[in-house]
């Protein structure tokens, strides 16, 4: 079945610091895939996607490429502030099997110092 | 301005006694979701609908009811049988999935 791996957190940095966050997946067919965003108490918001290979997604300094290759969407942003503080999920939707609904990772919390 | 409503924000809820929590949402989206959220951990597929008076178990539908009588509307019964019920409850919305989806601000159950 179709499964997504995030890297463990929290990651802590300072602010203006690189960020990256690793996401790696597995699918039966051609996924799109997502970055969701979780502030303290909310629910998700879109961050960022991508359908289709070597799509890239883009929002608020926010970047990730869909590598069919290596089955990777890392997220990356050049310079953190504190407001970045939250949790971030990776996620993917598979248009080939039954399963019509999105598989999420386990999260990664994201701490930013000032 | 559309969007997607879940109601209460926080609810306790006794042992032995069934719960509904309120999902709805005017974006004229035909499919909905439900998930569960424990601390630190992702989100888990308890139950999702792709049409009205349709709906799929999900990965942990077991102690979990559903309905989906209208396209607006999505409650989620947590019944006596589920184990551990205390968890935090999100709903969200699509089109369909391969396009994302809009969340609620969930439901934080607590069974006291």
């Known amino acids: 079945g179709n499964s997504v791996t995030q890297m463990e957190g929290p990651v802590t940095l300072s602010e203006e610091a690189f960020l990256t966050i690793n996401c790696t997946y597995t699918?039966?067919?051609?996924?799109?895939l997502f970055w969701y965003v979780q502030y303290p108490g909310e629910g998700l918001q879109l961050l960022l996607k991508a359908t289709k290979a070597d799509d890239k997604g883009s929002n608020k300094g926010f970047e990730a490429t869909y590598r069919k290759e290596t089955t990777s969407f890392h997220l990356e942003k050049g310079s953190v502030q504190v407001s970045d503080s939250a949790v971030y999920f990776c996620a993917l939707s598979d248009r080939v099997t039954g399963r019509r609904a999105l598989t999420f990772g386990s999260g990664t919390r994201l701490q930013v110092q000032p | 301005d559309g969007g997607i409503t879940q109601s209460p924000k926080y609810l306790f809820r006794k042992e032995g006694q069934n719960v509904t929590l309120s999902c709805e949402q005017n974006?004229?989206?035909?499919?909905m979701y439900w998930y569960r959220q424990d601390p630190g951990q992702g989100l888990r597929l308890i139950y999702y609908s792709q049409i009205v008076n349709d709906f799929q178990k999900g990965d942990i539908a077991e102690g979990y009811s559903v309905s989906r009588e209208k396209k607006e509307s999505f409650p989620l019964t947590v019944t006596s049988a589920q184990k551990n019920p205390t968890a935090f409850y999100l709903c969200a919305s699509s089109i369909e999935a391969v396009y994302g989806y809009t969340f609620g601000s969930g439901t934080r159950l607590t069974v006291v």
């Open positions: 974006l004229n989206h035909d499919a």
């Open positions: 699918a039966t067919g051609y996924p799109s």
